[in-house]
């Protein structure tokens, strides 16, 4: 509660004074909302707004971060305040969940982004695109990806079969983390149910519940690999303690994120032995989007400030310091950064629509963990 | 006259001193409280204002939630037995002992209460994990297999008694304090010996300390979140655990407020033996004036 008041509090004294500067002779200022972890706050903050402040001198960036998305509800009243109201709003660019820019959308709350008004979006393939009906622009993704030793793994599985009996096999040696407490846990179960039905299926807007009958064989085979489960259907909590065990070598193969398994292996929290590769079918992965609202007042700097985070410079500032894959085609990078992401930057799966999602992980819990 | 006035202006006062916790215990706890219950008594589809208990046989008909409320209950009964028989004979020794270790000791007892839980957490889970120090020592000792000390009900009851010591010592401590050394004296000078001087005389004399001790340490480790969501496995899990997942996780608003409910009328039951056992000291103390 006096979170959620404080932060309306720095909110409201971000707004009245982060829009003082606007004037004719003065630079104009950018207000950008980003809603993430420290690594995508030290991102924005001291990496892409810096050095777009550099290029363009005539805009300034304040910075509003909400971690964790924390607050998020707070800035849809805003922005929906200020359009009901009639007035321009203080928020120029927001970077949150989709679930939020899907509530705003009857509204028409935010622009819908096109090539006109920002020519590099021609370099994001079109069906990111159309992934958030062109309100949001993707300039960050990751997906889940299989990470095996090569000191003890020599022949890695190439598809989710070839996984299920490597873990057979090597009783005691895989692990995926509680789907409860991280993403990379989520793939490995969402790729069991995947199997058994049509991604597309559960990826879209409908919801369902009869339909989950269906997911039943994949609670089934998940159950039987209980027993060859690190530590006998043990789940770590969370996607970085599955990373500890693989870098204690206590597990020889694991499902992780991208971005966090790269970046463990550039600052060598992993052993060099460590490779990381994204199987058949694959597992799930997502882009993070950054969206417009429509009542911006300063639309030609966002825009400005848009095109150019879809420039070779600011993507490989994107993929340098949180290792995500970026926003636009592969082609566009330069060849040395599609060698260092070639075993992972390939097509990754849907992730289910919350809904089902939610009973993913409930069903989860009661059939799988629950049923030792 | 003046003195009614002054009786209405007092009442006054005190009724706005009350008033601040009052509106929140009102607004932000009866409130909610009777809307959640409302809420679980709502069948599913909310057609018209019938009243049902269609969610609580849906909860208790799920085999893991009835598995994760035995689980906690079981969990909180040994962490509430342990925390006592460990903190009973600390109490007596802090009191009825006087030397410099019991100084020290007195001081050192008290260091958990002022570590927050959640590094408690990640201590003992440091402590206990697979390459911990408690592992390697049993593994130097020779014990080549024993049983898995954390991410289990066994790493929970671990961290809740190394938490919940302190207050424990504390307040059976308060209660020996007020037992007049002479009763003590008295029985042993007739030929008590120890033990039958702690069950005939201490234990009655001090049997409110225990009371609320008992009753707020079973509602304290069963209401708990922190640990169990950290120090406990994947299932089952305690009702904290349980209640979070289902409201944040699997969206299901409904099956939450149930499990609410359902341990609350079981804290409840702990509850009315405290409100007991406190009133009845407070009429005992009535007598003795």
Request: hydrophobic share 45%.
């Given at each position: 509660m ?7 509090l720095v ?17 104009v ?5 980003i ?18 402040m ?12 909400l ?15 200020a359009?009901?109201?009639?007035r ?13 820019v ?7 709350l ?8 920002i020519?590099n ?7 990111k695109?159309?992934a ?9 993704g990751?997906?889940?990806v299989?990470a ?13 079969d070839d996984v ?20 990379s ?11 058994f ?23 089934q085979?998940?159950k039987?690999?209980?027993s ?7 789940y770590p909590?969370?996607?970085v303690a599955?990373?500890?065990?693989l870098?204690?070598?206590n ?7 991208s971005?966090?398994g790269t970046?463990?292996?550039?600052r060598?929290l ?6 990381l ?6 597992l799930?992965g997502g882009?993070?989007t ?14 400005q ?9 600011a ?44 009973d ?6 009661e ?6 | 006259?003046?003195?009614a006035?002054?009786g ?7 009724l706005?001193l009350v008033?601040?916790p ?16 409302v809420?679980?008594l709502t069948p599913?589809?909310g057609?018209?204002p ?29 962490s ?13 020794y802090?009191?009825?002992?006087r030397?410099?270790a ?9 260091v958990p ?6 590094i408690?957490s990640?201590?003992m ?10 592992s390697?020592i ?13 991410y ?14 302190p ?7 308060a209660?020996l ?6 009763l003590?004296?008295?029985a ?12 005939s005389v ?7 300390s225990t ?13 708990s ?31 939450s ?5 359902i ?6 039951v702990?509850g009315?033996?405290?409100v ?13 004036r």
């Amino acid at each position: 509660m006096t979170v959620a008041v404080a932060i309306a509090l720095v909110m409201f004294l971000f707004g009245v004074f982060g829009s003082g500067g606007v004037g004719a002779q003065g630079p104009v200022t950018l207000n950008v909302y980003i809603n993430g972890d420290t690594n995508i706050f030290d991102l924005w903050n001291k990496s892409l707004l810096p050095a777009f402040m550099k290029r363009y001198p005539q805009y300034r960036a304040n910075f509003v971060a909400l971690l964790h998305g924390e607050g998020s509800q707070g800035v849809l009243d805003k922005i929906l305040a200020a359009k009901q109201a009639g007035r321009t709003t203080d928020v120029d660019l927001w970077e949150t969940q989709p679930s939020f820019v899907t509530q705003g959308e009857p509204q028409g709350l935010w622009v819908k982004l096109t090539t006109a008004l920002i020519p590099n979006l021609s370099r994001v393939p079109t069906q990111k695109l159309v992934a958030t009906d062109y309100y949001g622009m993707p300039y960050r993704g990751s997906s889940v990806v299989l990470a095996y030793n090569t000191a003890f793994v020599k022949n890695p599985p190439k598809t989710f079969d070839d996984v299920v009996a490597w873990i057979k096999a090597n009783p005691g040696k895989f692990a995926y983390c509680d789907p409860n407490t991280g993403g990379s846990g989520q793939a490995f179960m969402v790729a069991a149910v995947y199997k058994f039905v049509q991604a597309a299926q559960f990826a879209g807007g409908t919801y369902d519940p009869k339909a989950e009958s269906a997911w039943e064989p994949a609670w089934q085979l998940l159950k039987d690999l209980n027993s060859s489960m690190y530590n006998n259907g043990f789940y770590p909590n969370g996607n970085v303690a599955v990373l500890q065990l693989l870098s204690q070598q206590n597990v020889y193969m694991a499902s992780v994120w991208s971005d966090m398994g790269t970046d463990y292996l550039k600052r060598g929290l992993l052993p060099k032995t460590v490779k990381l590769e994204q199987i058949t079918p694959p597992l799930f992965g997502g882009d993070s989007t950054v969206t417009v609202p429509a009542g911006s007042a300063h639309l030609e700097g966002v825009f400005q400030l848009l095109n150019w985070v879809l420039t070779p410079e600011a993507q490989q500032i994107v993929i340098n310091q949180v290792s995500g894959y970026p926003g636009v085609d592969w082609q566009y990078m330069p060849a040395s950064v599609r060698a260092q992401f070639a075993e992972v930057a390939k097509p990754y799966s849907p992730l289910p629509n919350s809904q089902y999602l939610a009973d993913m992980l409930r069903l989860w819990h009661e059939r799988v963990a629950g049923s030792k | 006259m003046d003195r009614a006035h002054r009786g209405w202006k007092q009442g006054a006062l005190g009724l706005a001193l009350v008033l601040p916790p009052l509106l929140v215990l009102v607004f932000l706890i009866v409130v909610p409280a009777i809307s959640a219950i409302v809420t679980t008594l709502t069948p599913p589809g909310g057609s018209g204002p019938t009243t049902s208990f269609v969610n609580y046989a849906e909860v208790l008909a799920t085999r893991m939630l009835r598995a994760d409320i035995g689980f906690t209950v079981t969990v909180t009964l040994v962490s509430v037995a342990v925390v006592f028989l460990l903190s009973y004979p600390l109490a007596l020794y802090l009191r009825f002992t006087r030397t410099r270790a019991t100084a020290i000791l007195g001081v050192l007892f008290i260091v958990p209460l002022f570590v927050p839980v959640v590094i408690a957490s990640f201590a003992m889970i440091t402590f206990l994990v697979n390459h911990g120090l408690v592992s390697t020592i049993l593994y130097r000792l020779g014990f080549e297999r024993f049983p898995r000390l954390v991410y289990n009900a066994t790493g929970i009851v671990i961290t809740q008694v190394w938490v919940n010591i302190p207050f424990a010592v504390l307040i059976l401590g308060a209660g020996l304090q007020a037992i007049d050394d002479s009763l003590v004296d008295a029985a042993r000078d007739v030929g008590a010996g120890s033990l039958r001087t702690f069950f005939s005389v201490i234990l009655p004399l001090n049997i409110t300390s225990t009371m609320i001790t008992l009753t707020l340490q079973f509602i304290g480790i069963f209401g708990s979140f922190t640990i169990p969501y950290l120090v406990g496995g994947n299932a089952p899990q305690m009702l904290g655990v349980t209640m979070t997942d289902y409201l944040t996780q699997y969206l299901r608003r409904t099956e939450s407020a149930t499990l609410a409910v359902i341990a609350f009328m079981i804290a409840a039951v702990v509850g009315v033996i405290y409100v007991l056992s406190v009133s009845r000291r407070e009429r005992g103390e009535r007598v003795v004036r």
